[in-house]
């Protein structure tokens, strides 16, 4: 796709949505010449999560109790826990800011009207109710000092501490098979559209909110010269971006979008737990870049090797026996050099 910009669009930007996004954005920066950014709705959803989570410690235990005494991660009616976390992620009184790399990164700013709201994040934390809601990035607050992107789901499989043993599992609530159930959900509302697009029926609702994903926002900023500023993926661009991450990586930074194009902003130095953490995963993202780029099988081990998930759970024989596992399930999908 990017040689067909290359050649037909050299000054196009590429919008890209495609996961493993970190690992996307530097390949495409390291094998070709088009301008792009990669665009994750996690940072906007963790905003609405803190923002949830800071409200129902302000409520105290009986009002916080009428919207999660119907709520289980597991069971149970959402809907009133749904409506208010929506309410939540509209709320523009909050200003936050956020950056490290994509799926983990750090909100830096919380606060309202000048006040900071981490405290109430952490008085959360030491109720178990709302705690059960988001066990995995609660916990990393109190230990590392900030709450994370993705979701607790997503921020377990980056990190060696969480999917140990069944017992830790159903300590923090996880359920491992999750986005498998996510993925049928995604399938079976597109098919749902499809079915009513092609029958010329509504699919959404007159009341459906305002989508927080970024590439409209983007294009409308860049058409009009009204800025708007949003998280972007971008290369690190020697350090210029977070200057104690690796100069060749991809970050996630606020960034600026205007008729100008895109600004990505220079945060400086994270705090160093939270850059230890993420360089972690950077060394395991340019090991899979490698392979692809270099068609090497050797390398797809070494990224293996390396995950933090996966060292904490298997010897380096068993790792190779899962990679080529791996490899052979995907059959025919998989690049020539890995058949």
């Given at each position: ?21 970190a690992t996307h954005c530097l390949a495409i920066e390291r094998a070709s010449r088009v301008r792009h950014v990669g665009l994750c ?299």
């Open positions: 796709m990017c040689r067909d910009i290359e050649q037909v669009c050299p000054s196009a930007l590429l919008l890209t949505y495609t996961n493993p996004m709705h996690g940072v906007s959803y963790t905003r609405g999560r803190m923002i949830m989570l800071a409200r129902l410690a302000e409520m105290g235990p009986s009002k916080a109790g009428e919207i999660l005494a119907p709520w289980d991660p597991h069971e149970g009616n959402r809907n009133r826990f749904s409506e208010f976390f929506h309410e939540c992620v509209q709320d523009s009184e909050v200003q936050a800011v956020c950056a490290g790399i994509n799926h983990m990164a750090a909100y830096l700013v919380f606060r309202r009207n000048g006040q900071d709201l981490y405290p109430l994040l952490r008085q959360a934390y030491t109720d178990e109710r709302i705690r059960k809601i988001e066990h995995v990035r609660l916990e990393l607050m109190m230990r590392f000092g900030y709450f994370m992107t993705e979701t607790c789901g997503h921020i377990s499989e980056y990190l060696p501490w969480f999917l140990k043993d069944p017992q830790e599992i159903q300590r923090v609530r996880l359920r491992p098979n999750c986005y498998l159930l996510t993925c049928e959900d995604l399938e079976k509302t597109f098919q749902e559209y499809k079915r009513k697009a092609q029958a010329g029926e509504p699919f959404i609702r007159s009341d459906e909110p305002v989508s927080i994903e970024y590439a409209s926002w983007i294009i409308n900023a860049i058409q009009t010269n009204q800025p708007y500023v949003f998280n972007g993926n971008q290369h690190n661009r020697g350090g210029a971006l977070i200057s104690n991450l690796p100069g060749d990586c991809c970050v996630e930074v606020p960034t600026v979008a205007s008729g100008l194009g895109l600004l990505p902003t220079s945060m400086g130095a994270l705090p160093a737990q939270l850059a230890a953490m993420m360089t972690s995963n950077i060394s395991v993202q340019d090991l899979v870049v490698r392979a692809v780029l270099e068609q090497s099988r050797q390398h797809v081990y070494h990224a293996a090797y390396m995950d933090p998930n996966t060292a904490a759970s298997l010897t380096l024989p068993k790792i190779e026996e899962l990679v080529d596992e791996m490899i052979a399930a995907h059959g025919e999908l998989m690049p020539a050099f890995l058949r």
